[in-house]
């Protein structure tokens, strides 16, 4: 079930707000999201505001983040950005704010013995931003050093899954990462800033997220002190319709780095709830789950081979994921892509090391899976789910994503039962129904991007080569892996030098 009709509740009333406001001087009672841990001395709230970077205007790309950013991060009416850090500093709290293509969630904790002296300045930050010129020029310098900088030199695993997306995404609210793009980042203005914040926050686009050790009184609260934010919310969006992928297209960012990272993906339509979903969940666990040294892609190429750090795959959007060791929260979204992410290998196995992802993976979605790697996948996702969410305000944010994609129940809970439940012929009709390995975007951090666009429009072989003597049986695969044929069309080969990537749409 959409946002939109979980909140279609026409609030109404005006006037007066305070300890003695009415229910009609309140945000409804059906837009709270509720996690009660009497026995948790710290209290978590996540206001979750439907809106992201899917609603930036064209040209003003960024635009809900660095809005965000001007709440949880700036100044407010009453107090300058310092004196809040001044504030929070003894009380070991913070607040802040998060942005992804479809949620904006303003969040934080404190223990409780804090609340009293925390709560006021999380209320002021939503309700009294002061958006100041400095604050402004502060955070917009961040957004710009982490486009021109970070993103194209920190990091060339978070660079290629970032181009990947805006490949997949193509022409729709998708393809800009909510940072935004250097060009529109740089034109935003005060005045832009304090429109989309009319324009998006308000209470009809809210849910109050509050966990822990809360008393009911505070629930009431913030029901009444949060209803000064505008009546109503705009207009939902359509959700993004990516572009077809007709063939293998590469696109190779020319870069000089010392390992060459990759990923790979395609558009799905499944979204998380019903039972195929799990299915599908199962599989991209036997795969790639993130982080897992017993998943498949990991034991072919970093175990057997020793090529790199890791190689995951991914059923929903996972952003950070360099950093990240569970599935974050609060990224829900309606329009997903499966993904193969292979760390950076050496320069002289990117060749080899794509032609093995993508073989294996073939070989999954021809064949599916097998009885006995089914039975181990599931008995450890069973156990595995229990470690996603281990505290209050990560369960209150898996809470939050219950409701955007309208599941019953919990998440968590039906994952892990329905683990319990799932046959091998219900996996692998979800492999057959989902997963496809002949139109895909491919994205290649690289150094020296002629020389390998030639190897892959020519089909070259790509032998592996090894420093320690490798078993007879690794070698013999390698040359099948090494001739296993890619059909790749120049005119699908594009090469782009990492300082052109995320100046403009």
């Given at each position: 079930?959409?946002?939109?009709?979980?909140?279609?509740?026409?609030?109404?009333?005006?006037?007066?707000?305070?300890?003695?406001?009415?229910?009609?001087?309140?945000?409804?009672?059906?837009?709270?999201?509720?996690?009660?841990?009497?026995?948790?001395?710290?209290?978590?709230?996540?206001?979750?505001?439907?809106?992201?970077?899917?609603?930036?205007?064209?040209?003003?790309?960024?635009?809900?983040?660095?809005?965000?950013?001007?709440?949880?991060?700036?100044?407010?009416q009453r107090n300058r950005y310092e004196q809040i850090l001044d504030k929070l500093f003894p009380l070991a709290a913070s607040y802040y704010a998060s942005v992804?293509?479809?949620?904006?969630?303003?969040?934080?904790?404190?223990?409780?013995?804090?609340?009293?002296?925390?709560?006021?300045?999380?209320?002021?930050?939503?309700?009294?931003?002061?958006?100041?010129?400095?604050?402004?020029?502060?955070?917009?310098?961040?957004?710009?050093?982490?486009?021109?900088?970070?993103?194209?030199?920190?990091?060339?695993?978070?660079?290629?899954k970032a181009v990947l997306q805006s490949r997949v995404f193509a022409g729709t609210r998708y393809a800009h990462i909510p940072t935004g793009l250097i060009e529109s980042v740089r034109g935003i203005t005060l005045d832009d800033v304090r429109k989309f914040y009319q324009e998006h926050f308000r209470r009809g686009n809210l849910v109050i997220g509050i966990g822990g050790g809360y008393e009911e009184g505070l629930v009431k609260r913030l029901r009444t002190d949060l209803f000064p934010l505008p009546a109503g919310r705009p207009a939902e969006l359509a959700p993004p319709e990516p572009p077809p992928i007709r063939g293998l297209h590469v696109t190779i960012v020319e870069k000089d780095c010392a390992a060459t990272a990759i990923s790979m993906g395609f558009p799905i339509s499944i979204l998380r709830g019903p039972r195929p979903w799990y299915a599908l969940a199962l599989a991209n666990s036997y795969l790639g789950e993130h982080r897992n040294s017993s998943s498949h892609l990991y034991q072919v190429i970093r175990e057997a081979r020793g090529l790199n750090y890791g190689d995951y795959c991914y059923i929903e959007h996972f952003p950070n994921g360099s950093h990240l060791q569970m599935p974050p929260q609060n990224v829900a979204r309606r329009r997903q892509m499966f993904e193969i992410w292979i760390r950076p290998v050496p320069h002289e196995a990117r060749h080899f090391a794509l032609r093995a992802a993508l073989r294996e993976f073939k070989k999954l979605v021809d064949h599916g899976m097998g009885q006995a790697d089914f039975d181990l996948t599931r008995k450890f996702l069973r156990n595995y789910v229990l470690h996603f969410a281990p505290t209050t305000t990560e369960r209150l944010g898996y809470a939050l994503d219950d409701r955007f994609y309208g599941i019953r129940g919990s998440h968590l809970e039906n994952y892990r039962r329905t683990m319990g439940e799932l046959t091998l012929d219900e996996v692998n009709a979800a492999i057959e129904k989902h997963w496809q390995y002949g139109d895909m975007q491919i994205v290649i951090v690289t150094k020296d991007a002629q020389s390998l666009k030639k190897a892959l429009v020519e089909n070259t072989p790509s032998p592996c080569n090894y420093p320690t003597p490798k078993p007879e049986s690794v070698l013999a695969e390698d040359r099948e892996i090494s001739t296993f044929p890619l059909v790749i069309q120049p005119e699908n080969v594009e090469i782009v030098p990492v300082t052109e990537l995320f100046v403009k749409p």
């Open positions: 079930m959409r946002f939109a009709m979980i909140l279609a509740l026409g609030v109404l009333g005006s006037g007066s707000w305070g300890d003695d406001a009415t229910a009609a001087e309140m945000i409804p009672e059906s837009q709270v999201v509720r996690l009660p841990v009497p026995q948790d001395p710290t209290v978590s709230f996540r206001l979750w505001f439907a809106v992201g970077s899917q609603n930036d205007p064209p040209g003003k790309e960024g635009l809900a983040e660095l809005t965000a950013a001007m709440l949880a991060d700036a100044a407010t992804s293509e479809e949620m904006t969630i303003v969040g934080g904790r404190v223990h409780k013995d804090n609340l009293e002296t925390y709560y006021p300045l999380l209320i002021d930050a939503v309700l009294r931003p002061a958006f100041r010129q400095d604050d402004l020029e502060r955070l917009r310098s961040q957004a710009l050093n982490v486009l021109e900088n970070v993103l194209r030199y920190a990091g060339d695993e978070d660079l290629g």
